[in-house]
């Protein structure tokens, strides 16, 4: 089984260190880092970059990974990622993290979508504040439309236990993390491919409603899908894949794992899970094929 992991995070340590920095808790940045290590067990990146990523592809050989798209978690991870990129030679493919109310933010992304070679972009509007329907978004819109772009649209429940224990206050606001505001979005720029992450985070229903709605909206499988936690009734994540499967077929379902640091590396045991739920469900070797690679591939060639 071909295998393409279609959402991971680089985690440099440019990324730990600027979010260290700008931290409202009080001491240095070593200091901060030390204590975010020793509370949550991981291993702060090598301040060496070919380092780091050479350890990320070790994890991909060791797992039999052919590729990975990477996120740049924060505007300023972009170019350490854009470099990690280059020393990966093909292995990984790049997405920025923007924020369309930000000045210059759809020019940023022109560039990086162009000269900087990056794919896409990942949009977090509960986290930032906004509508994809919103005027400001559409400069930034128009520009992923012109590259026909993949948008990561981060939907539901937003936790980032970093920023919590870097105390940071929360701001994530859910009244605009519906999945059913990409639809507009979805219409108006049809060329962009619209994957919502972790099939919606909690709220799979409006999730699966945005994908019959447009054809140009996928989901992922990534995380750990702990929302489902959050469900009533209760679900389990075959239930999950099942809908989803019904909805969208096996054709707009990306896998992804959402592996991000060490020592956990690559999630493998995800891959096995859902390997198992779908062999549970039926789904054909064909079938399971487009899901861990074939659709990735194929969504990647047209970006």
């Known amino acids: 089984m071909d295998v393409i992991d279609f959402h991971m995070h680089l985690f440099s340590r440019g990324y730990f260190e600027a ?13 901060k880092l030390a204590q975010l290590a020793a509370a949550t067990g991981i291993e702060l990146p090598a301040a060496d970059l070919a380092v780091h990523t050479s350890r990320w592809l070790a994890q991909m050989d060791a797992h039999g990974v052919e590729h990975m798209c990477a996120f740049a978690s924060a505007p300023e991870e972009a170019e350490a990622l854009a470099q990690a990129t280059r020393l990966a030679q093909g292995r990984i493919t790049p997405f920025a993290l923007v ?15 162009g000269a900087q070679g990056f794919r896409g972009v990942l949009l977090f509007p509960a986290l ?9 978004c559409r400069p930034l ?14 939907c539901g429940l937003l936790v980032v236990k970093v920023r919590d224990l870097l105390g940071y206050p929360r701001s994530a606001d859910l009244r605009y993390a ?43 499988s990534s995380s ?25 077929g096996p054709r707009r379902i990306l896998f992804g794992t959402d592996s991000n640091t060490f020592p956990a590396g690559w999630r493998a045991e995800r891959y096995r899970e859902q390997r198992a739920l779908l062999g549970e469900l039926g789904v054909s070797a064909a079938d399971q094929q487009a899901i861990f690679a074939g659709n990735a591939r194929a969504l990647l060639a047209r970006a």
């Open 19 to 31: 979010l260290a920095s700008q931290s409202p808790r009080s001491g240095s940045v070593a200091d």
């Open 99 to 113: 924020n369309p109310k930000s000045p210059g933010a759809a020019e940023r992304a022109d560039t990086l979508l």
């Open 128 to 136: 930032h504040h906004y509508r994809l329907s919103d005027e400001a």
């Open 141 to 154: 819109l128009d520009v992923l439309q012109r590259h026909g772009a993949i948008a990561f649209v981060h």
């Open 178 to 220: 519906s999945p059913l505001e990409i639809v507009p979005a979805a219409n108006s720029h049809p060329a962009v491919r619209y994957v919502i992450p972790h099939f919606g985070a909690g709220l799979l229903r409006e999730a699966l409603l945005a994908a019959a709605q447009c054809p140009n909206v996928l989901v992922d």
């Open 224 to 248: 750990s899908n702990s929302w489902i936690q959050t469900q009533a009734p209760r679900l389990e994540l075959r239930d999950v894949f099942a809908a989803s499967l019904r909805v969208l």
